[in-house]
């Protein structure tokens, strides 16, 4: 009898290796393995073109676990941008003298944001915040910063869990200590509540001589409440602080530009990234000139802000959104998905509750074991053949006929998971369940 060969995961085999000379085994908490599925995920992808991944082990998945973070939204190697970048590279993506695209992605940002005059770049969505807090807090010559949502990294950022340790997390995750974080910045960032008008106002009253901007996402989860961004809007004029929109996930998804555009409410400066580049690293500041000028009056540089690779993505991004209506096709796949998820749901007797916008649909189980059941939901996905989370984005380069297989297998999935919670049995997971808060991995 032939013994049986016991399948090995090179993803994770290298995974192992990466923990002991990587801090935290990667660069990104939102690509960590123990997210999605604790030593089962694949981790580490060879090539991947439209909406498919190929691992360590050459085994294909379709993507419907985020498109490399929600970046990738015409989909994954798009040949137009790929030409224009490779064309880039070939002509030197550095250089003594600066890229002439940089102007030519500004005019684009530009025409499609009326009541904006001036931009800066950067390479990620973390520095462009940094940098739109910078030019904030010298336009207005305050320092405090109000904030609601996911903004980054950085000391500014991260200072608020000094004060007390779960500020930050209704706004990304709990457990992010500030370990590094200088003590002195405690208080120069003060979190509120997505659309609590109480607690934002409550907030502003306690230290609006010193505030000197306030930044948050228009959307993420859940729609906002579009009185409270006016009244938002309006506080900040009054006491004199910068209002920043903070697009870096919701730009350029649901509509072209900025989600505010939509609802028709403008910021003195948004920021983007992610979208906007088609993978590639680029991140934009963009606001009016009485405040953006501000920025010759600190320092704000880096050298690889100037190299043109990002620009050229950004370019031809753009122009491919605005050619093929990039972001209705990708709204309607999401509603689509919205719609057909509550059904499967319904038709297997299963709570589940749906939310995001359109084109970042997300769901999760209404259960007490709702953490098990998502990662046994992910288990069983990975095996027919889909990289799945709670959340997905929708790309030009989905397409309904790999959507409703996407769906199908979700009916599957489904149908399983309502037996166990009909028999209340044991979730039969593979390995552990996945993590929900920032954990030390090494």
Same mark, same amino acid.
């Given at each position: 009898?032939?013994? !049986? ?61 985020? /498109? ?14 790929? !030409? ?139 729609? &906002? ?41 403008? &910021? ?35 050298? /690889? ?32 998905? !919205? ?15 749906? !939310? ?87």
């Amino acid at each position: 009898m032939k013994k !049986k060969i016991k399948f090995k995961n090179k993803g994770q085999e290298l995974l192992n290796k990466a923990k002991k000379i990587i801090p935290g085994g990667g660069q990104l908490l939102s690509k960590r393995s123990e997210l999605f599925l604790p030593e089962l995920w694949p981790v580490y992808y060879k090539k991947a073109k439209g909406v498919a991944i190929w691992d360590l082990n050459n085994k294909k998945y379709f993507d419907f676990a985020g /498109m490399g973070t929600l970046s990738c939204i015409l989909g994954y190697s798009d040949s137009y941008v790929n !030409k224009k970048v490779i064309n880039a590279i070939n002509n030197s993506s550095m250089g003594t003298l600066n890229s002439y695209e940089e102007v030519e992605f500004s005019e684009l940002l530009l025409e499609a944001h009326s009541w904006a005059d001036m931009t800066r770049f950067a390479r990620s969505g973390g520095e462009a915040c940094s940098i739109a807090i910078r030019i904030a807090r010298a336009a207005s010559g305050k320092d405090k910063v109000l904030f609601c949502g996911y903004h980054g990294w950085q000391d500014w950022y991260l200072s608020s869990n000094l004060r007390k340790k779960d500020n930050l997390t209704d706004q990304l995750l709990p457990g992010l200590i500030p370990n590094g974080v200088p003590k002195n910045l405690i208080d120069s960032a003060i979190p509120f509540k997505y659309n609590d008008k109480e607690d934002f106002d409550k907030k502003v009253n306690k230290h609006n001589k010193n505030i000197g901007a306030i930044i948050m996402e228009p959307q993420r989860n859940m729609k &906002p409440d579009v009185k409270l961004l006016r009244h938002i809007k309006s506080i900040a004029k009054k006491i004199g602080a910068v209002f920043i929109f903070d697009e870096i996930t919701s730009g350029f998804h649901d509509n072209y530009g900025g989600k505010h555009l939509f609802y028709k409410i403008n &910021p003195d400066i948004a920021i983007y990234s992610k979208a906007i580049g088609n993978g590639f690293p680029i991140a934009a500041i963009l606001g009016r000139k009485d405040v953006m000028q501000y920025a010759q009056n600190t320092f704000i540089s880096s050298l /690889m802000w100037t190299e043109r690779v990002g620009f050229v993505a950004g370019i031809a991004t753009l122009t491919k959104m605005k050619k093929f209506n990039v972001q209705k096709i990708n709204t309607n796949y999401g509603k689509f998905i !919205k719609k057909r998820w509550q059904e499967i749901a319904n038709s297997n007797d299963i709570k589940i509750t749906i !939310k995001g916008m359109d084109t970042i649909p997300e769901f999760s189980f209404c259960y007490k074991n709702s953490l098990e059941l998502s990662t046994y939901f992910n288990q069983e996905m990975l095996h027919k053949g889909f990289l799945t989370s709670s959340r997905l984005a929708t790309s030009f380069s989905h397409n309904y006929k790999i959507i409703e297989n996407y769906l199908d297998a979700c009916y599957e999935t489904f149908k399983k998971i309502s037996k166990i919670i009909n028999s209340k049995s044991k979730v039969p997971l593979q390995g552990p369940i996945r993590h929900d808060t920032f954990k030390r991995l090494n």
